[in-house]
């Protein structure tokens, strides 16, 4: 009966109208394919799970940051860094404070960082992927036998197998927790903190910021080296270089500025 009173409607339905009753027939017929096409939205959890929080944004990063800072201002009696003075929000500018600073603690199997800011990823040639540092094995102590150290030097490999070297300062980690009826302190990380670094590939002296300064040479090392421009500059201009082509002037500015390194000479 149902089939028979469709049957009629469609032989009795303008053709436009079947074709709409057709394509709605369609829309309703069977169930939608699990797994069909690659463009699928993830579902709330799945995009939760794969969010990660910057360090200023988790609030177990934020207190350690805050452990950082605190513990540097208690232990040196000067500020980590000047950025951080009167900061309405301490965590989020020692994320981007000019100053490297992480965080080493003992785990099982040897240490592994547990908090490190924008210039210690970059010191690491990480850019900004602190996932690929932050819980992670790490070649500085998690365990420190003074409270304070204005001067500690460390030779370490880097994320992309960069080794570095740096100078800076340290400080022992400690929360306090009641036990057995008394307050206890206990070590839960080193902080580390340095402003410039050594990479060991070409000697660069690098800062946060991307900045990089050259070695300093020898003085014969520095001949050498004014010898070799000049000859790069009379080169490109055999190969019909003029002055003003882009090549010459670069290679003429790098000799003047070792030329301005060489010690003046006897009378001068």
């Known amino acids: 009966m149902r089939l028979a009173t469709i049957a009629l409607l469609i032989c009795l339905t303008p053709p436009i109208c079947a074709l709409q009753i057709t394509m709605l027939a369609k829309k309703g017929g069977g169930k939608k394919k699990k797994g069909g096409g690659g463009n699928q939205k993830q579902s709330g959890f799945e995009w939760a799970s794969n969010f990660e929080l910057k360090p200023f944004e988790s609030s177990e990063l934020r207190a350690l940051a805050d452990t950082v800072a605190n513990a540097h201002q208690s232990r040196s009696g000067k500020p980590l860094h000047a950025s951080l003075v009167g900061a309405s929000d301490q ?29 210690a990823l970059e010191a690491y040639g990480l850019g900004d992927s602190h996932a690929e540092l932050i819980e992670k094995p790490i070649e500085l102590p998690g365990t420190m ?13 880097g994320g992309k197998k960069e080794i ?8 022992a980690l400690e929360s306090v927790a009641v036990v057995d009826g008394a307050l206890k302190a206990e070590t839960i ?13 070409d000697g660069y002296t ?24 000049a000859t790069e500059v009379r080169r ?15 290679a003429v500015a790098e000799l ?12 001068e």
């Open 91 to 119: 965590p989020k500018k020692l994320w981007t404070a000019p100053v490297a600073v992480l965080v080493a603690k003992e785990a099982e199997g040897g240490a592994v960082c547990s908090y490190a800011n924008r210039a």
């Open 145 to 157: 036998e003074k409270k304070y150290e204005s001067s500690y030097s460390k030779k370490i490999k």
């Open 164 to 171: 570095f070297s740096f100078e800076g300062s340290r400080w």
């Open 189 to 201: 990380g080193v902080a580390y903190c340095f402003e410039e670094w050594v990479a060991e590939s």
């Open 206 to 229: 690098c800062r946060p910021g991307g900045e990089r300064q050259p070695p300093e040479m020898t003085p014969e090392e520095l001949e050498a080296a004014v010898t070799a421009q």
């Open 236 to 250: 490109l201009k055999d190969e019909g270089l003029g002055n003003k082509d882009p090549e010459v002037a670069a």
């Open 256 to 267: 003047l500025r070792l030329k301005a390194l060489l010690p003046p000479e006897d009378g």
